[in-house]
């Protein structure tokens, strides 16, 4: 089943503890994108990655860190620097590379800071 | 940078009716106008979306008008039904810069049974 997988679904933090978000696809999909939703703001988007070893800096990427070392996975650190860090974290992959495509979204993580 | 606005942020219609959202965007330069309906609890995905060398693009019961002069873009559902209540968010990118989609605040479509 072809799919973008987030993990974990709910995950909880004590302040000052960094935390990272597991993004795996199984698409074939060169580029990979991290997006924060918060109520009333959309999705903002934090890194992007499009291809492997690479990747660069969204709207919002203070506080955040990533790594492309494989193609399928795209994990996201939240760091102790992230101010306000409780929020929706959705992972989306397409495969377009250079064109506007179709993103493909996981079903996200909830990160709630204690 | 690219700025999108979206309204109504909320949106209440008896089933049957039509319900219009409406986003505006600041940079002429954007090309690609995405719509993405996200329902309670589950993943954002693409409903339609437009290029803007057409004005308009329907599929079934939705579609997408595009006023590239006063630079608007809409999305119209018509005879709507229950299952058409979700969050729908609106987005907008340039060609040079695919893989930086800005998304509108998105809108809370309620269908009155």
């Known amino acids: 089943d072809g799919g973008i997988t987030q993990s974990p679904k709910y995950l909880f933090r004590k302040e000052g503890q960094n935390v990272t978000l597991s993004c795996e696809q199984n698409l074939n999909h060169d580029a990979m994108y991290w997006y924060r939703q918060d109520p009333g703001q959309g999705l903002r988007l934090i890194y992007y990655?499009?291809?492997?070893?690479?990747?660069q800096k969204g709207d919002i990427a203070e506080g955040y860190s990533v790594s492309r070392e494989k193609k399928e996975s795209f994990p996201l650190t939240v760091t102790s620097a992230q101010k306000n860090p409780t929020a929706f974290y959705l992972c989306?992959?397409?495969?377009?590379?250079?064109?506007?495509?179709?993103?493909?979204f996981g079903e996200g993580s909830r990160l709630t800071v204690l | 940078g690219e700025n999108v606005e979206q309204h109504p942020s909320t949106l209440s219609v008896q089933e049957g009716d039509s319900a219009v959202i409406k986003c505006t965007y600041s940079?002429?330069?954007?090309?690609?106008f995405p719509w993405y309906k996200q329902e309670l609890g589950k993943r954002p995905q693409l409903i339609i979306d437009?290029?803007?060398?057409?004005g308009e693009k329907k599929d079934q019961r939705i579609a997408v008008t595009l006023n590239k002069t006063a630079k608007h873009f809409s999305l119209h559902i018509t005879e709507t039904q229950p299952e058409d209540s979700a969050v729908y968010f609106c987005a907008a990118s340039r060609e040079d810069s695919s893989y930086k989609l800005i998304f509108g605040s998105g809108t809370r479509l309620l269908v009155r049974p």
């Open positions: 437009i290029r803007s060398n057409v």
């Open positions: 989306a992959s397409s495969t377009r590379q250079g064109v506007n495509g179709e993103l493909f």
């Open positions: 990655s499009q291809i492997v070893n690479d990747f």
């Open positions: 940079d002429s330069a954007s090309n690609y």
